[in-house]
């Protein structure tokens, strides 16, 4: 008879306390996005074919050994967050004409007849060990992209007023319509042609 | 017959009314902690470099991933891990040739190779790998890195 005197327990705030529950695993659980830096490879080239001649003034050469240096245009040793400036200011350098023989009016570098003639000429060359750490190489070319992002914000700024991530967003905006699209694709090429992203590899040496 | 009745009565009978929201609570938390991974790794999980260029990987479906990362058991020199078995670099060629079959041909030139690689890999073996990629004209890849902003 003592039973009957047991309270039943209130469940009615149960819900909350589990609500409360799933909105805090909600929020703090982060869902792992893929990302990371895309590239492009070269293509093979068949073994009769020539490599392209480039000036010497037109490479920007990046070297890279297994204990993280890093030597620019081989005579210049460097910390990683140095590696962007150097690179802005050779690529956007301008010192001469491309290969139509048109001269880069977009350029706000020197016009340093030393270093490279035109964005589009200037190539980027990184070399590295067998050995060098994976995290170097990419912090590297982490620092490379930055350079190049730099200089295609600046121009899409210049020419669109809004940043090149924003064209680049635009163009792939699902929302908009398809000739909206079409139209900020152009934009995007447009500065991608005029900053190219000319990256080249050597072997690693062993 | 009385008597009977009266002991039923008499037990509380438990609340169930909250045991659905229980459930969904526990079924919402499994979904949300649950990471899409479909292959279980044979090597020490990478750690992923840190960078501020990064692009988002879209269509995951088009996506193949290598990983690149320390053996579990102590081996000296990177692995490499296709799909759920460690393997070398010369069966890269086969699986990017099976992830080319089972795509529709419209999307064959939009597969990207993603590579995960560990921080202390070695160049040497990303290398390798790029260059048995571009054997096999598979040039699209993505270097995986954690997207971390600018200071």
């Not at chain 1, 920007?60 to 005579?75: A, K, S, T, W, Y």
């Not at chain 1, 301008?94 to 001269?103: C, E, R, T």
């Not at chain 2, 000296?76 to 041909?105: C, H, M, W």
């Given at each position: 008879m003592a039973r009957r005197d047991i309270p039943e327990i209130n469940a009615g705030s149960m819900a909350d306390i589990a609500f409360l529950l799933l909105i805090f695993f909600l929020v703090t659980t982060t869902m792992n996005v893929d990302a990371g830096i895309p590239r492009k490879l070269p293509e093979r080239q068949p073994p009769t074919e020539n490599p392209p001649k480039i000036k010497e003034k037109n490479l920007f050469l990046v070297m890279l050994n297994r204990q993280g240096e890093i030597l620019v245009e081989g005579n210049q040793y460097m910390k990683v967050d140095e590696i962007k400036d150097a690179a802005v200011k050779f690529l956007d350098n301008g010192g001469g004409v491309d290969k139509d023989g048109?001269?880069?009016?977009?350029c706000k570098g020197?016009?340093?007849?030393?270093?490279?003639?035109h964005p589009k000429k200037a190539v980027i060359s990184i070399g590295s060990a067998r050995g060098t750490s994976y995290g170097d190489y990419l912090a590297v070319q982490n620092e490379l992209v930055r350079a190049y992002n730099e200089l295609r914000d600046r121009e899409a700024d210049a020419l669109y007023g809004m940043s090149f991530k924003d064209l680049k967003e635009q163009a792939d905006n699902?929302?908009?319509?398809a000739s909206r699209r079409e139209a900020y694709k152009e934009k995007v090429k447009k500065i991608k042609e005029m900053y190219p992203m000319i990256l080249s590899e050597q072997e690693p040496l062993k | 017959m009385s008597k009977f009745n009266k002991k039923k009565t008499d037990m509380p009978a438990v609340n169930t009314a909250s045991l659905p929201d229980i459930v969904f609570m526990l079924l919402f938390f499994f979904m949300v902690t649950?990471?899409?991974?479909?292959v279980e790794l044979k090597i020490k999980e990478p750690k992923l470099p840190e960078a501020t260029e990064v692009k988002k990987l879209k269509e995951k479906n088009l996506v193949s991933f290598i990983y690149v990362g320390k053996s579990k058991k102590g081996v000296k020199g990177d692995r490499i891990q296709l799909n759920d078995k460690i393997s070398t670099v010369n069966d890269i060629k086969n699986f990017i040739l099976a992830k080319r079959e089972s795509v529709a041909p419209s999307d064959k030139n939009r597969l990207t190779t993603s590579i995960k690689a560990?921080?202390?890999?070695?160049v040497g073996t990303i290398y390798d790998i790029k260059e048995k990629l571009r054997d096999i004209n598979a040039l699209k890849i993505n270097y995986s890195a954690r997207e971390v902003q600018r200071k």
């Amino acid at each position: 008879m003592a039973r009957r005197d047991i309270p039943e327990i209130n469940a009615g705030s149960m819900a909350d306390i589990a609500f409360l529950l799933l909105i805090f695993f909600l929020v703090t659980t982060t869902m792992n996005v893929d990302a990371g830096i895309p590239r492009k490879l070269p293509e093979r080239q068949p073994p009769t074919e020539n490599p392209p001649k480039i000036k010497e003034k037109n490479l920007f050469l990046v070297m890279l050994n297994r204990q993280g240096e890093i030597l620019v245009e081989g005579n210049q040793y460097m910390k990683v967050d140095e590696i962007k400036d150097a690179a802005v200011k050779f690529l956007d350098n301008g010192g001469g004409v491309d290969k139509d023989g048109n001269k880069c009016d977009y350029c706000k570098g020197r016009k340093d007849p030393t270093s490279s003639d035109h964005p589009k000429k200037a190539v980027i060359s990184i070399g590295s060990a067998r050995g060098t750490s994976y995290g170097d190489y990419l912090a590297v070319q982490n620092e490379l992209v930055r350079a190049y992002n730099e200089l295609r914000d600046r121009e899409a700024d210049a020419l669109y007023g809004m940043s090149f991530k924003d064209l680049k967003e635009q163009a792939d905006n699902s929302d908009s319509s398809a000739s909206r699209r079409e139209a900020y694709k152009e934009k995007v090429k447009k500065i991608k042609e005029m900053y190219p992203m000319i990256l080249s590899e050597q072997e690693p040496l062993k | 017959m009385s008597k009977f009745n009266k002991k039923k009565t008499d037990m509380p009978a438990v609340n169930t009314a909250s045991l659905p929201d229980i459930v969904f609570m526990l079924l919402f938390f499994f979904m949300v902690t649950t990471t899409m991974r479909e292959v279980e790794l044979k090597i020490k999980e990478p750690k992923l470099p840190e960078a501020t260029e990064v692009k988002k990987l879209k269509e995951k479906n088009l996506v193949s991933f290598i990983y690149v990362g320390k053996s579990k058991k102590g081996v000296k020199g990177d692995r490499i891990q296709l799909n759920d078995k460690i393997s070398t670099v010369n069966d890269i060629k086969n699986f990017i040739l099976a992830k080319r079959e089972s795509v529709a041909p419209s999307d064959k030139n939009r597969l990207t190779t993603s590579i995960k690689a560990d921080i202390g890999s070695e160049v040497g073996t990303i290398y390798d790998i790029k260059e048995k990629l571009r054997d096999i004209n598979a040039l699209k890849i993505n270097y995986s890195a954690r997207e971390v902003q600018r200071k």
